[in-house]
């Protein structure tokens, strides 16, 4: 008697080999600049936080054009990346005045400048009352 079960003689891939040709491998950026095509091009958080880990490694030898491109990249990004940012970078200490933060409205640079306008005001009353 003949089984009724039939065997066939294709075989199928297997997982690993559809996962391997279908999953694109993480990239890991190790300068500033293949950092900030990672953060325009993926959403991926692995990839995006190697990137502002990339980033943070070499804020200080970036130019002003490329500080200038990574604030405007970041701004316009999802409030969870610029989070991950803010925690690894310094936003204030120099560079980055035209990010604007996470839950913010005004860049950084406008907010030194409010701090500063502030501490006149503050200390102005105290100038003038000793006039009298």
Avoid: C
């Avoid at 199928?12 to 950092?35: F, L, M, N, R, W």
Wanted: charge should be negative.
């Amino acid at each position: 008697m003949e089984s009724p079960i039939s065997t066939s003689t294709t075989s199928q891939p297997s997982v690993s080999a559809i996962s391997a040709t279908t999953v694109p491998p993480v990239t890991v950026p190790t300068d500033p600049t293949e950092a900030l095509a990672v953060l325009t091009e993926t959403t991926d958080p692995t990839q995006i936080e190697a990137a502002i880990e990339a980033i943070a490694a070499n804020l200080e030898t970036l130019t002003a054009e490329q500080l200038d491109e990574i604030a405007a990249t970041v701004s316009a990004a999802p409030v969870e990346v610029k989070r991950a940012f803010e925690s690894e970078v310094n936003i204030f200490g120099g560079g980055l005045d035209n990010y604007v933060p996470a839950d913010s409205n005004v860049t950084v640079g406008q907010r030194r400048a409010l701090v500063a306008v502030g501490a006149v005001l503050v200390a102005a009353p105290a100038v003038v009352g000793r006039r009298k």
